[in-house]
């Protein structure tokens, strides 16, 4: 390509892995890099104001065209931590339950474990910066990212929804992985995906530079987070896919 390819990641705490080659100096005269949101990423995407984004596998119905680049993803074969249900009243007294906004997959999955798994059907309600507060009473709320870190303390009940699909499944969850809306130089595939591997090498340096008390980061890094885009996670993709058509 004659410019350099606009490439778009998530400004989450659990992204850092995946773009530390990237901010360390990897491709830096090929690739733009920016950050949002995981919804704003696939908006972009979606209206082609970027090339590649790491974004919600909710996306990849409504997209025209789209090509999996890389080896690493944001995944959980175990409790992710950072996308949960949090209420002060056990699941089947829940009546509400605030959405985040920040991420479709987050939802969509929470709307398949409603009602595929737990089997209720509390209101959903949309929401804004700042609804965490009002994560009280009989209402809940779906908080994701960084932000669901600090909300663990708060909650009475966490419902870790990897957790909650692997117990409904028995497999994995990808929760984001990195997509390009066009076919891209083949020569360009093998160092992206070089480079979003880089980080892994390096959690205790990435740990030290972003200083976190609410969590512990290197737990998060290499127990929580499953940076590996395997077989079993693009089983779950392909299932959760089915799932997505039905809760959209």
């Given amino acids: 390509m004659e410019r ?3 490439v778009a990641a998530v400004s989450y705490l659990n992204t850092k892995p995946l773009v530390y080659g ?3 100096g990897a491709m830096k005269d090929d690739i733009e890099l920016l950050f949002d949101y995981p919804a ?4 972009m995407l ?3 104001e970027i090339d590649v984004g790491l974004i919600p596998v909710a996306v990849l119905p409504g997209m025209e065209e789209y090509y999996i680049l ?4 944001i995944g959980a074969s175990q409790s992710v931590a950072s996308v949960c249900l949090f209420s002060q009243v056990p699941l089947n007294e829940i009546t509400h339950i605030l959405v985040d906004y920040q991420s479709r997959t987050s939802a969509a999955l929470m709307k398949t474990l409603l009602k595929h798994y737990w089997k209720i059907s509390p209101d959903l309600v949309d929401t804004k910066a700042g609804y965490q507060e009002g994560i009280q009473g009989t209402t809940a709320g779906l908080v994701i990212g960084d932000r669901a870190l600090k909300q663990r303390p708060h909650s009475r009940y966490i419902y870790d929804l990897a957790d909650e699909w692997r117990a ?5 969850f990808l929760f984001a992985a990195w997509v390009a809306n066009k076919k891209l130089p083949e020569d360009f595939i093998p160092q992206f995906n070089t480079a979003t591997g880089e980080g892994l090498k390096h959690i205790n340096e990435i740990v030290a530079a972003n200083p976190f ?3 512990d980061l290197k737990e998060y890094y290499e127990k929580n987070i499953d940076y590996q885009l395997d077989g079993k996670k693009k089983e779950a993709l392909a299932l959760f896919l089915q799932y997505v058509k039905e809760v959209s």
């Fill in 213 to 215: 008390p609410e969590y």
């Fill in 70 to 73: 890389s080896d690493f993803c």
């Fill in 46 to 48: 979606l209206s082609d």
């Fill in 40 to 43: 704003k990423v696939a908006a």
């Fill in 168 to 172: 409904f499944t028995g497999l994995p």
């Fill in 22 to 24: 990237f901010e360390n």
């Fill in 4 to 6: 350099k390819i606009r």
